[in-house]
């Protein structure tokens, strides 16, 4: 065991975690020498590879010498937060990673605070030493402060501190000597995490920290062996701490994989403190502890944060249902929800009472109920969606809402306009620190504040913002937001939009669609100028006269449309509103599509 080391790499979302991983992995040899290999291996699927995030922890493992390191790359964004919570109990110490540039962000306090909790050892990695914005001697002075803040036990403080760049695969011991390979990095791991201590001789116990699946063996157990040794074959038991009354599941394990590389390899066996993949029981979740046959003790397991955010999925009803998407009704949409929480522990789904086509998601944030919305459309399903809404909560008697801490990077002379519309969205002002030629503004903001706001946040710093949030505590309403100023313009009719109808309706608004797009009455075409939703026909064509007057029939200019992605159309909906998802388009539409019955609703409401 003590040829044993397992660690998980932490840090806010872009500072390098992926790319480090792949340097880690291509100098400890892994690859053959003329093996083509793309760049951040481990984020596998499509979207990660396309956004450049990674959303579900990965598990590797690489050889230094005859020692061996497990590796776990975790997820930065806020949204994932459960991922990083349970992976951390898998592992005895962490690499923290920090942009020698921008410094701790909020992501970097959330994992590092609940490493310090769990008492592991951390190792401070200022990565991106390259850049030339770099600030290390500054950074340097903010990661202690950070530790400071978080109570950090003395041996903590004095944790040691490499200077890296994950690009070029280097690190050194001071930021003044530049580094030639990650060989420092692997020998601090080696001096610094202390191997798994652990009795091989007691009965077998494991916690399971996180779930794979698989069409062909279901759901793989991943966790690290806690004592003892498993063998393959082998009957087991499955319990849990938060369900102590009921008597263990009896399993057997089917099969059992260790990391090596980027590979799961086969094994007969394996002992106390490695990482290990288990398949063969069907009902296996995260939090479970796998246990030999009459040894069943559960493990302590934090319970995940419960979900901030909800929003509705239910079965498209629109004009143009069923015409894209494979996958279109409530019971395979439900389904596949169900599915997704074998995977992700802090997804709830629920059925809404009295409706049989609709079920209630709930989650962390909008980025991660959007990549689910993604995942979902690319597999062939088609469905709708309402606007985001958060959770309330009665606190003393007290209605309490979730807020967020943002902090946002801007030049100074976008400063103003930041402060003022967060203002405005309840946003408390907590600190501000000047960084270079750019300002470090802290606030504590609503979660509903910040619905929608990212796209002007954009518009007001001129693209140069940098806008990083994560859940902070539940506390009193703060009152009314005012959401989107503008109101939609809405089709009129069914049928093909085209030119002479856009051109007419473009000076109502900014439109979303192109001559020759299909449209049906009360699906939303564009944002109009005033608060009030507008009706417009964009299927009107031009009446045709048997005169010919000079410049009668010039080429009509038409603006370009507005391209929303899936997360602006969820940012742009208003409360009356949905969004239908199908493999191919995604379409902005009214609740109440019938134009008479709609104002009709609406003036029974005021």
Same mark, same amino acid.
């Given at each position: 065991?003590?040829?044993?080391?397992?660690? @998980?790499?932490?840090?806010?979302?872009?500072?390098?975690?992926?790319?480090?991983?792949?340097?880690?992995?291509?100098?400890?040899?892994?690859?053959?020498?003329?093996?083509?290999?793309?760049?951040?291996?481990?984020?596998?699927?499509?979207?990660?590879?396309?956004?450049?995030?990674?959303?579900?922890?990965?598990?590797? $493992?690489?050889?230094?010498?005859?020692?061996?390191?497990?590796?776990?790359?975790?997820?930065?964004? @806020?949204?994932? +937060?459960?991922?990083?919570?349970?992976?951390?109990?898998?592992?005895?110490?962490?690499?923290?990673?920090?942009?020698?540039?921008?410094?701790?962000?909020?992501?970097?306090?959330?994992?590092?605070?609940? $490493?310090?909790?769990?008492?592991?050892?951390?190792?401070?990695?200022?990565?991106?030493?390259?850049?030339?914005?770099?600030?290390?001697?500054?950074?340097?002075?903010?990661?202690?402060?950070?530790?400071?803040?978080?109570?950090?036990?003395?041996?903590?403080?004095?944790?040691?501190?490499?200077?890296?760049?994950?690009?070029?695969?280097?690190?050194?011991?001071?930021?003044?000597?530049?580094?030639?390979?990650?060989?420092?990095?692997?020998?601090?791991?080696?001096?610094?995490?202390?191997?798994?201590?652990?009795?091989?001789?007691?009965?077998? !116990?494991?916690?399971?920290?996180?779930?794979?699946?698989?069409?062909?063996?279901?759901?793989?157990?991943?966790?690290?062996?806690?004592? +003892?040794?498993?063998?393959? =074959?082998?009957?087991?038991?499955?319990?849990?701490?938060?369900?102590?009354?009921?008597?263990?599941?009896?399993?057997?394990?089917?099969?059992?994989?260790?990391?090596?590389?980027?590979?799961?390899?086969?094994?007969?066996?394996?002992?106390?403190?490695?990482?290990?993949?288990?398949?063969?029981?069907?009902?296996?979740?995260?939090?479970?502890?796998?246990?030999?046959?009459?040894?069943?003790?559960?493990?302590?397991?934090?319970?995940?944060?419960?979900?901030?955010?909800?929003?509705?999925?239910?079965?498209?009803?629109?004009?143009?249902?069923?015409?894209?998407?494979?996958?279109?009704?409530?019971? !395979?949409?439900?389904?596949?929800?169900?599915?997704?929480?074998?995977?992700?522990?802090?997804?709830? %789904?629920?059925?809404?009472?009295?409706?049989?086509?609709?079920?209630?998601? @709930?989650?962390?944030?909008?980025?991660?109920?959007?990549?689910?919305?993604?995942?979902?459309?690319?597999?062939?399903?088609?469905? !709708?969606?309402?606007?985001?809404?958060?959770?309330?909560?009665?606190?003393?008697?007290?209605?309490?809402?979730?807020?967020?801490?943002?902090?946002?990077?801007?030049?100074?002379? $976008?400063?103003?306009?930041?402060?003022?519309?967060?203002?405005?969205?309840?946003?408390?002002?907590?600190?501000?620190?000047?960084?270079?030629?750019?300002?470090?503004?802290?606030?504590?903001?609503?979660?509903?504040?910040?619905?929608?706001?990212?796209?002007?946040?954009?518009?007001?710093?001129?693209?140069?913002?940098?806008? $990083?949030?994560?859940?902070?505590?539940?506390?009193?309403?703060?009152?009314?937001?005012?959401?989107?100023?503008?109101?939609?313009?809405?089709?009129?009719?069914?049928?093909?939009?085209?030119?002479?109808?856009?051109? =007419?309706?473009?000076?109502? +608004?900014?439109?979303?669609?192109?001559?020759?797009?299909? %449209?049906?009455?009360?699906?939303?075409?564009? %944002?109009?100028?005033?608060?009030?939703?507008?009706?417009?026909?964009?299927?009107?064509?031009?009446?045709?006269?048997?005169?010919?007057?000079?410049?009668?029939?010039?080429?009509?200019?038409?603006?370009?449309?507005?391209?929303?992605?899936?997360?602006?159309?969820?940012?742009?909906?208003?409360?009356?509103?949905?969004?239908?998802?199908?493999?191919?388009?995604?379409?902005?539409?009214?609740?109440?599509?019938?134009?008479?019955?709609?104002?009709?609703?609406?003036?029974?409401?005021?």
């Amino acid at each position: 065991m003590d040829k044993l080391r397992n660690v @998980a790499i932490i840090a806010h979302v872009d500072h390098g975690k992926t790319t480090l991983v792949d340097e880690m992995l291509k100098q400890s040899g892994v690859y053959r020498e003329n093996q083509e290999v793309v760049d951040r291996v481990m984020d596998s699927n499509d979207l990660e590879r396309e956004r450049g995030i990674t959303i579900m922890a990965k598990n590797t $493992a690489v050889w230094y010498g005859d020692t061996k390191i497990n590796i776990v790359d975790t997820p930065g964004h @806020a949204d994932f +937060g459960g991922e990083v919570e349970r992976i951390l109990k898998m592992v005895n110490g962490v690499i923290l990673l920090v942009d020698a540039a921008e410094g701790p962000m909020p992501q970097t306090r959330f994992v590092l605070s609940r $490493a310090l909790e769990l008492g592991h050892r951390v190792i401070v990695v200022l990565n991106k030493i390259d850049r030339p914005d770099q600030r290390i001697h500054e950074v340097i002075d903010e990661v202690l402060e950070l530790l400071m803040d978080l109570d950090a036990t003395d041996e903590q403080l004095d944790s040691p501190m490499l200077f890296c760049s994950g690009r070029n695969g280097t690190a050194s011991y001071s930021p003044d000597v530049p580094g030639t390979d990650l060989k420092p990095l692997f020998e601090t791991i080696l001096e610094y995490i202390p191997a798994p201590d652990m009795d091989e001789d007691a009965p077998f !116990q494991m916690l399971v920290s996180s779930i794979d699946y698989n069409e062909y063996v279901g759901r793989i157990a991943i966790g690290r062996i806690e004592r +003892g040794k498993v063998v393959q =074959n082998q009957e087991i038991e499955v319990c849990n701490y938060h369900r102590p009354d009921e008597p263990p599941m009896k399993a057997k394990a089917v099969s059992l994989y260790q990391f090596d590389g980027l590979s799961r390899v086969p094994v007969a066996e394996a002992g106390a403190g490695n990482i290990i993949a288990m398949s063969g029981i069907g009902e296996i979740t995260i939090g479970d502890t796998i246990c030999a046959k009459g040894f069943a003790e559960p493990i302590e397991f934090v319970k995940i944060g419960a979900p901030t955010l909800e929003m509705t999925f239910s079965v498209n009803d629109s004009p143009f249902a069923g015409q894209e998407g494979k996958f279109v009704t409530s019971r !395979q949409i439900g389904e596949r929800l169900r599915r997704e929480t074998l995977k992700d522990v802090s997804l709830r %789904v629920s059925e809404i009472e009295g409706s049989t086509d609709s079920f209630n998601v @709930a989650g962390r944030g909008e980025m991660s109920l959007s990549i689910l919305i993604e995942t979902m459309r690319r597999e062939g399903y088609e469905f !709708q969606v309402s606007p985001p809404r958060v959770l309330f909560r009665e606190i003393d008697g007290k209605k309490c809402e979730p807020i967020e801490r943002v902090v946002v990077d801007v030049p100074q002379d $976008a400063m103003g306009a930041v402060m003022e519309k967060l203002g405005a969205r309840k946003g408390e002002f907590v600190q501000m620190t000047p960084v270079g030629s750019r300002i470090k503004l802290e606030f504590l903001v609503p979660s509903r504040g910040l619905f929608g706001y990212r796209n002007e946040f954009l518009t007001d710093t001129k693209g140069e913002g940098i806008l $990083a949030s994560v859940y902070d505590s539940y506390a009193p309403y703060k009152g009314d937001i005012a959401r989107r100023s503008t109101g939609s313009l809405i089709a009129f009719e069914t049928g093909e939009a085209v030119a002479y109808g856009i051109w =007419n309706a473009q000076e109502r +608004g900014a439109m979303f669609i192109t001559p020759g797009t299909k %449209v049906y009455g009360g699906m939303v075409i564009g %944002v109009g100028n005033k608060s009030d939703d507008v009706p417009v026909n964009v299927c009107r064509t031009k009446h045709l006269t048997n005169t010919r007057a000079s410049g009668s029939d010039e080429a009509l200019r038409l603006v370009p449309p507005r391209q929303l992605s899936l997360e602006q159309c969820l940012e742009f909906l208003a409360d009356d509103e949905l969004l239908e998802v199908t493999p191919k388009s995604l379409r902005l539409r009214k609740r109440i599509l019938d134009h008479s019955l709609r104002m009709k609703t609406l003036m029974r409401s005021r």
